[in-house]
């Protein structure tokens, strides 16, 4: 299949085969992401550009959502915490700049299972980026922590050249649970944070996203059974940041390539195709009502960037023509 990113879902999986005994436990697991940028003369940037939707994750990072069935093999486990889903980085495509430049994050486009109070089943929607572990371990006083790092600078796909000072920043994280609101994870979970504004490092040390230290929970409260996420957005509000893309009730919704994913029902995800059909027709009119609203500054009225994730690109680093690609390896671990 022919894609511009790759989105990297890690759905649901199973720690131990029925009738199977336990084996030894390992103290780690990982996951994989991309991150892209493209570069164009003036002359060439499409009036409109449609980014490209990924894969659905078992559970958006919203309110309530049932936990997801039984699990599959074949996915990052440790010690019966499961790594779920890890974001994409996409910069979009925009004009070469002989200037220091910033450039924000589209927001990850994923398709609903199930319905809730705000969006409908199949309906396509934009979420800010964010990564999610499930506690399938059946323990209470659960540790986990989930770390980042880029593996290396943004190159160009066809000249091999680098971004060497180039570098993703985030100005904020917000923690949600699908069974526990945002008050009531502050009050029985002390030990469950995230940090302020990050880097996020080129090799070297990765940075914690999402960190919970087992041991100061509320008595009689666990993690277990339950998804926690990391937004990469400072104060994430669902029904503010989540935004429909397209409706699931909509008969053209076939030709955006809605499909049910390998997974099961729980999920669903959007084919990588050159006609987004519906997608596209509705981040025209987005952009249109973005074009509308005089602003100053930077135009924060495009709804369908993150603008808490920015690539900061110094015009030290002559970006050339074309599309720069990287990847980010994320580690969840069952221990602090």
């Known amino acids: 299949m022919k894609k511009l990113t790759i989105a990297t879902a890690i759905m649901s999986g199973a720690l131990l085969s029925a009738g199977l005994a336990p084996t030894a436990l390992a103290d780690t697991t990982t996951g994989a992401s991309d991150g892209t940028v493209a570069f164009l003369r003036t002359d060439e940037i499409p009036e409109i550009i449609v980014p490209k939707p990924g894969p659905t994750p078992d559970s958006k990072p919203g309110p309530v959502i049932d936990v997801p069935g039984p699990p599959v093999d074949s996915v990052p486990v440790v010690d019966g ?96 649970n699908n069974s526990y609101t945002k008050t009531q994870l502050a009050a029985n979970f002390p030990g469950l944070t995230v940090p302020g504004a990050r880097t996020i490092p080129i090799t070297g040390t990765p940075i914690t996203v999402l960190n919970h230290d087992g041991s100061r929970d509320k008595a009689g409260e666990a993690t277990n059974g ?9 104060n994430y509000v669902y029904e503010d940041d989540a935004l429909l893309i397209a409706n699931g009730t909509d008969s053209r919704i076939g030709t955006a390539g ?72 994320w580690t969840l671990s069952n221990t602090l």
């Open 258 to 329: 809605l499909t049910t994913a390998l997974f099961g029902d729980e999920g669903k995800t959007i084919k990588d195709e050159t006609d987004s059909g519906i997608v596209g027709e509705r981040r025209a009119l987005l952009l249109e009502e973005r074009d509308s609203v005089r602003t100053t500054g930077v135009n924060k009225a495009d709804k369908t960037k993150n603008y808490d994730v920015r690539l900061v690109v110094p015009r030290v680093d002559n970006v050339q023509r074309g599309r720069y690609n990287t990847s980010l390896t």
């Open 81 to 176: 915490l499961i790594l779920l889903f890890v974001p994409d980085f996409d910069f979009g495509v925009n004009t070469i700049s002989i200037s220091d430049a910033t450039y924000y994050a589209e927001k990850n486009y994923v398709a609903m299972g199930e319905p809730d109070s705000k969006f409908g089943s199949g309906d396509i929607i934009a979420v800010p980026q964010f990564a999610q572990v499930g506690d399938y371990s059946g323990d209470a006083a659960k540790d986990f922590k989930l770390t980042v790092v880029q593996d290396a600078q943004f190159q160009h796909t066809t000249t091999g050249h680098v971004l060497k000072k180039t570098h993703i920043e985030v100005d904020g994280f917000t923690a949600v």
């Open 226 to 234: 339950t998804i926690t996420s990391t937004v990469f957005k400072k």
